[in-house]
């Protein structure tokens, strides 16, 4: 299994109604430091239907000015749909109570 394969496999695990880091989504993946991987992978996911992107945030809890799949209202709208809040500048409301702690 490649490195992407490996990040959207810990991505697709992440249940509605949570978020995780990209370096949450790295470590997960095998590396710690590869945060900067993870966006990359995210930003070319070739499945986004199962591939459940929008619900990685950085370790702020911000969405992504760069979101590949609308943009980042668009991530917004998703996160919100999964009942998170997130305020109108992209910021989870309560990180800590949103955040996936990496189990299924």
Known sequence: MNTFEK???????????KVATYGQVAFLAGNRRWSQVVGYAL???PDPENIPCYRVVNRFG???????FGGENKQISLLRADGIKVSDE???????????????
Do not use: Q, T
């Open 43 to 45: 930003h070319v996911n």
């Open 62 to 68: 911000m969405v992504s000015k760069a979101f590949a």
């Open 90 to 104: 992209g910021r989870i409301e309560n990180l800590k109570k949103y955040i996936w702690n990496g189990e299924e």
């Open 7 to 17: 990040i959207y496999e810990v991505v697709k695990k992440i249940p509605r109604g």
